[in-house]
């Protein structure tokens, strides 16, 4: 290998020590800062996860004050079962099944007209999940209690409870309560199980759950009718057979807020009572009176008002409405 000459070597030594200290000197002065992708820098991604359309709480929404109306039946001791018939012409209405977005409003406006208060019995499968669907019908549930209403558990799925293992029964309990609660701000101490079933081991499993369960003596077959004419008819006829058999003049009347025919038929079984009472009235005896309160088929939980108390005012205002009726009848349209 030819040598190279020291000369030649020195000045390529020198050469390449005046280019480096040069373009050194030129990438700290003119050249811009290299960019750093953000994805190099970016710390690992979370886990996305599916955004919660929340259910707007008691804060959110106009409830009545604690205490001012038991509407959760809190007041009484659980572990009752609530059979539903009264000695009384008391007369409870109970809607099961809702709410139902096409028919639960209408009836409140409806009761709201009647002057009467009623219980219900809320089915959880249809709110507190949080999709739009569901959420009115949360809406629907808190507007129950907003207008004075009572609300009960008619559990999640309407499963038979005496068919379910006692941790079935728990698990369904658990959901509609967390539902109801989530809902209206309040826990559910009333039940009526499903189809009306019961058992001796369910009681005592609802009973440890802190419930007292309601159930009904009067039932115009709604479910089984499809007229309102026919679910007055039938409430009567059951009705009039009670007194004969039992001695029971009033009761718990379950119905259906989910039915439209249920809900034309309660202006007319109104009416329907009103005008009995017209001829009770002549005879002296105790009318027919749509009561406000579960208390007055449990004994012992009677609320203040007494069922004697609420004649006297009933019986004034069956006298206004019985002259009316009477008027109407006289004078042709």
Request: proline share 8%; net charge negative; with cysteine.
């Amino acid at each position: 290998m030819v040598g190279i000459p020291w000369k030649v070597r020195l000045s390529c030594c020198a050469l390449a020590m005046v280019a480096g200290g040069s373009f050194a000197g030129a990438s700290e002065v003119i050249t811009p800062p290299v960019a750093i992708s953000p994805v190099a820098i970016r710390p690992r991604p979370a886990p996305i996860v599916e955004p919660v359309h929340a259910e707007p709480g008691p804060d959110v929404v106009q409830l009545p004050p604690v205490g001012s109306r038991d509407v959760t039946g809190s007041r009484f001791p659980s572990g009752l079962t609530v059979h539903g018939g009264s000695k009384h012409r008391a007369i409870l209405l109970t809607f099961d099944d809702g709410p139902s977005r096409r028919t639960t409003p209408r009836l409140l406006d409806m009761l709201d007209e009647l002057g009467i208060t009623a219980l219900f019995f809320v089915k959880s499968e249809s709110f507190g999940n949080g999709n739009p669907w569901e959420r009115e019908h949360a809406a629907i549930v808190r507007e129950i209690v907003r207008r004075g209403h009572m609300i009960g558990n008619h559990t999640e799925t309407h499963r038979q409870l005496p068919l379910l293992r006692n941790a079935e029964i728990e698990a369904e309990l658990a959901v509609s309560e967390r539902k109801i609660q989530k809902t209206i701000g309040r826990k559910p101490r009333l039940i009526r199980p499903p189809g009306g079933a019961l058992s001796e081991r369910v009681e005592q499993l609802l009973a440890e759950n802190g419930y007292t369960s309601v159930m009904w003596t009067l039932y115009p077959g709604d479910l089984e009718v499809h007229t309102p004419e026919e679910v007055v008819r039938t409430f009567f006829r059951v009705l009039d057979r009670r007194e004969r058999e039992t001695g029971e003049r009033g009761g718990i009347v379950l119905l259906h807020d989910t039915k439209q025919h249920s809900l034309d038929a309660v202006p007319r079984l109104v009416e329907a009572l009103q005008k009995r009472n017209c001829r009770l009235l002549e005879e002296g005896e105790e009318l027919y009176d749509i009561v406000d309160d579960l208390g007055y088929f449990i004994p012992g939980h009677e609320p203040e008002q007494t069922l004697e108390e609420r004649q006297e005012t009933l019986r004034e205002r069956a006298q206004r409405t019985c002259n009316a009726l009477a008027f109407r009848q006289l004078v042709p349209n």
